[in-house]
Antibody
Framework: QVQLVESGGAVVQPGGSLKLSCVAS????????IHWVRQAPGKGLEWVAF????????YYADSVKDRFSISRDNSKNTVYLQMNSLRGDDTAVFYC???????????????WGEGTTVAVS | SYVLTQPPSVSVAPGQTASISCGGN??????VHWYQQKPGQAPVLVVY???DRPSGIPERFSGSNSENTATLTISRVEAGDEADYYC???????????FGTGTKVTVL
C-alpha cells in the first residue's frame, strides 16, 4: 500500500543539526512532489518545505528558510530534511506528505506519514 | 502573509450537522483543502479542491467556498468524527502552503 515512513527524529541541543528521512513505498516515488509539515506540541499544523518530483524546485516557510534544506534521492525513494541552527521553537512532530498528484503541482497533501519527533533542548 | 482563521471549537450532537468555517481574504478565489486529525495520529485529507472527496471518505463530508469563507460540513455526525480539522490553501504570491488555525470538533 501507499506509505511514507519518517525517521531521524531525536533530542538535540539548541544550535545543533539533524537530518530527517522520509522513505516512500507503494507508488512511483519519482513522479511525486513531497512536503514536510510540522506540529509543535499542542499546536496546529505548519507547512515547512516542498520539493518537486524531480528536485528542480524547492520552497520553504519563512520560519525555516536559510536553516533547513530539503533534498531527495529518487534511486532510494527517499526525501531528506537537513535542519541546522535548531531552536527551541523547532520542537515538533515532523510529517512528510505526498503532493496530491504526479508531476504537476496539486497544492494539497494526499498521503501522510506517521511522523518523527524532534525535541530541541 | 496569508492568514486562515477557524473557530477553535465546534460541538455537535450525534446525527446532527457540523459546519466548520475557514476565513481568509478572498479565499473564494483559491482552492481549499481540509484535513482531519485524530489524537496521536497523522492528518488525513477529507476534502480537496473545495468540494472533492478522496476515495474512502464518506459522502457525509462536503465542502464549499465563496468570497471570504470556506466551509467544511459534516452531515449525520458520528462519534468517530471527533477530531481536529484544518483548512489549507496555497498562497500563489510566494508559493507558500498555509494551514488554518484548526477546529476541534466535539461530539456531545
Amino acid at each position: 500500500q501507499v506509505q511514507l515512513v519518517e525517521s531521524g527524529g531525536a533530542v538535540v541541543q539548541p544550535g545543533g543539526s539533524l537530518k530527517l528521512s522520509c522513505v516512500a513505498s507503494g507508488f512511483t516515488f519519482s513522479n511525486y512532489g513531497i512536503h514536510w509539515v510540522r506540529q509543535a506540541p499542542g499546536k496546529g499544523l505548519e507547512w515547512v518545505a516542498f520539493i518537486r518530483y524531480d528536485g528542480s524546485d524547492k520552497y520553504y516557510a519563512d520560519s525555516v528558510k536559510d536553516r533547513f534544506s530539503i533534498s531527495r534521492d529518487n534511486s532510494k525513494n527517499t526525501v531528506y530534511l537537513q535542519m541546522n541552527s535548531l531552536r527551541g521553537d523547532d520542537t515538533a512532530v515532523f510529517y512528510c506528505a505526498r503532493d496530491g498528484g504526479p508531476y504537476f503541482y496539486y497544492y494539497y497533501m494526499d498521503v501522510w506519514g506517521e511522523g518523527t519527533t524532534v525535541a530541541v533542548s | 502573509s496569508y492568514v486562515l482563521t477557524q473557530p477553535p471549537s465546534v460541538s455537535v450532537a450525534p446525527g446532527q450537522t457540523a459546519s466548520i468555517s475557514c476565513g481568509g481574504n478572498k479565499i473564494g478565489s483559491k482552492s481549499v483543502h481540509w484535513y482531519q486529525q485524530k489524537p496521536g495520529q497523522a492528518p488525513v485529507l477529507v476534502v480537496y479542491d473545495d468540494s472533492d472527496r478522496p476515495s474512502g471518505i464518506p459522502e457525509r463530508f462536503s465542502g464549499s467556498n465563496s468570497e471570504n469563507t470556506a466551509t467544511l460540513t459534516i452531515s449525520r455526525v458520528e462519534a468517530g468524527d471527533e477530531a481536529d480539522y484544518y483548512c489549507q490553501v496555497w498562497h500563489s504570491s510566494d508559493h507558500r502552503y498555509v494551514f488554518g488555525t484548526g477546529t476541534k470538533v466535539t461530539v456531545l
